[in-house]
């Protein structure tokens, strides 16, 4: 690898830079940071992206503030490791130096989603009038606020009459496909009344943000004070207790019966075909989610959240809780759960859900505690239509009277 960052063909030293960063490789922190003079553009974006990685957050953050200020193929990749790591201040500041770009307004609208502000989320819905900036401005906007305009019904008819790209024409020869193809067309009016409906959860300069590395780093806790490793802790307090007998970790072993997952060939338009996933050893995501289940077995593990039994219910309350901001906003987000309300049977009902999109696959679990249902269900595709509502649907059949 040391060989590599310093050989001198400039794109074995890119290549190399990259590796270096998704490494880890802290032990070349020093030579990246000297590579940041490097003659070659490509190397010097790699080697400060790896900088910044491995901790650097002053001389690679600048060297791509540089990039990332002038036009050139490294500028969107370099505009968002900045904004990624930059406080609401620094990310204003390089914001409103591509103001002067006319030609950076797309870039603009992407940036305001990767700086995570609410800040910008009044322009953004201003942006989604434009047919060519609707859909990023609608990234950009659930970037900030974790919304997903599918799931709450937010997402509204093609702005573009004449759409370019694949479609099927045989006298078309236009075959490139849009870079929006994969994003949803949002419903401007109904996105502007959410906006106004939960604007008070989201404070200017603060930053929404989904990580599951809390997760990872608590089942390494798990496994220290246990003494054992987290499969068998699982297995023994969780999985055995409940019958989840068709819940393993993914750790690459062979799991018998299981499934094939799929992903599309391109963007995410399954209309485009879809490929077969390969699988991976997910086993030191274990703390996150890295299982193969069955929606049974998350019925079950989600009926164990509606009562006292395999946890105490003040830690049931604890987890379905949702965090709030300094304000005393409710995030709608507890600790693992979404806490929503909807309907159910005409009436409003809360609804404690948990969703995931994991490689070649879409699930959803959904609780509703006071009518004591519970509903899970699994698509082997990635992303999986109707997957969610076919879920509110079956709980709706099943409801019954609240029981308080």
Not at 137 to 158: K, V
Not at 284 to 294: E, I, K, M, P, R
Not at 338 to 365: C, D, F, W, Y
């Amino acid at each position: 690898m040391t060989t590599a960052c310093t050989d001198a063909d400039p794109s074995l030293r890119a290549i190399a830079w990259r590796t270096a960063g998704q490494l880890g490789r802290t032990d070349l922190l020093p030579s990246a940071q000297l590579a940041l003079g490097d003659p070659d553009a490509a190397t010097r974006f790699e080697a400060a992206h790896a900088a910044v990685r491995l901790g650097d957050r002053e001389a690679a953050l600048t060297s791509l503030r540089t990039l990332a200020e002038v036009a050139g193929p490294h500028r969107e990749a370099a505009l968002m490791a900045v904004l990624l790591q930059a406080t609401a201040t620094d990310s204003h500041a390089l914001l409103k130096t591509l103001s002067t770009d006319p030609n950076s307004l797309r870039l603009r609208v992407r940036g305001a989603g990767w700086s995570g502000d609410p800040f910008y989320v009044p322009w953004l819905l201003q942006q989604m009038a434009s047919p060519a900036l609707a859909r990023v401005a609608g990234e950009s906007l659930s970037l900030i606020t974790g919304l997903d305009l599918a799931e709450h019904d937010l997402e509204g008819p093609s702005l573009d009459p004449s759409p370019a790209g694949l479609n099927d024409d045989p006298n078309d020869d236009d075959v490139a496909i849009d870079e929006d193809e994969s994003l949803p067309w949002p419903h401007t009016e109904r996105v502007a009344l959410w906006w106004q409906e939960n604007c008070a959860r989201f404070e200017p300069g603060t930053r929404y943000r989904f990580s599951t590395y809390g997760w990872i780093l608590l089942s390494a806790v798990v496994e220290a004070a246990a003494k054992e490793p987290l499969r068998a802790f699982l297995t023994r307090e969780i999985l055995d207790p409940l019958g989840m007998a068709s819940t393993v970790v993914d750790d690459g072993a062979e799991v018998p019966e299981i499934t094939s997952f799929y992903i599309p060939r391109a963007t995410m338009q399954t209309k485009l075909g879809v490929r077969k996933v390969s699988r991976t050893n997910n086993s030191c995501l274990a703390g996150a989610g890295a299982f193969f289940s069955t929606p049974s077995d998350m019925v079950r593990f989600g009926s164990a959240m509606l009562k006292p039994g395999l946890l105490k219910a003040d830690t049931i309350a604890l987890l379905e809780t949702p965090l709030r901001l300094q304000s005393g906003a409710s995030t709608d987000f507890a600790l693992g759960w979404k806490i929503e309300r909807v309907q159910m049977a005409g009436e409003s009902a809360r609804m404690v859900a948990h969703r995931a999109t994991p490689n070649g696959s879409t699930i959803a679990l959904l609780l509703f505690p006071d009518q004591g249902v519970v509903v899970a269900a699994a698509s082997n595709i990635a992303p999986g239509q109707d997957v969610d509502a076919t879920c509110r649907t079956i709980a709706e059949a099943f409801a019954i009277p609240d029981r308080k």
